[in-house]
């Protein structure tokens, strides 16, 4: 039977427990796709996320027009963070070497995840952020 996940972010300065509670309730999971709406705050939440890993602040930013960004953590372990928002055809995934980045065992945060859905790995956890009407985001997941 899946379990269903919720955490609430308060506001930002409630982000870093936010995604130290996240990190510690993923347990093993390795690819992560964050559906969300523009503005909802994916790329705000992928930055705490690297902060609690160890990852230098100033290295984190949203990789629209790379696609793909990667990071190191304080133990020297890849982050590979992913914005598909401007992928157009699924070839350019593929051309961009998906494949190995989803198969490396490294922690994969996908943003915009909706854009290449039918080539997601069974296995990717998706996770959903909603804004609240009092301007709280709540994360809310399956698994």
């Not at 995840?113 to 009092?134: A, M, Q, Y």
Request: charged share 30%; glycine share 4%.
């Amino acid at each position: 039977m899946k379990m269903r996940h919720e955490i609430v972010i308060k506001d930002l300065n409630d982000l870093d427990r936010a995604a130290g509670e996240f990190l510690r309730e993923i347990g093993d999971h390795r690819l992560i796709a964050f559906f969300a709406p523009m503005a909802t705050g994916k790329t705000t939440f992928t930055t705490a996320i690297c902060r609690q890993l160890g990852v230098e602040e100033d290295a984190v930013s949203s990789p629209t027009f790379a696609i793909v960004n990667e990071y190191r953590t304080r133990r020297g372990e890849a982050v590979y963070h992913f914005d598909f928002y401007r992928i157009e055809r699924l070839e350019e995934v593929f051309d961009i070497g998906f494949q190995d980045y989803v198969d490396s065992g490294c922690l994969c945060l996908m943003e915009w995840p909706e854009n290449i859905e039918e080539v997601l790995p069974e296995e990717t956890l998706r996770v959903s952020i909603c804004t609240n009407p009092d301007n709280s985001r709540t994360l809310s997941w399956e698994d």
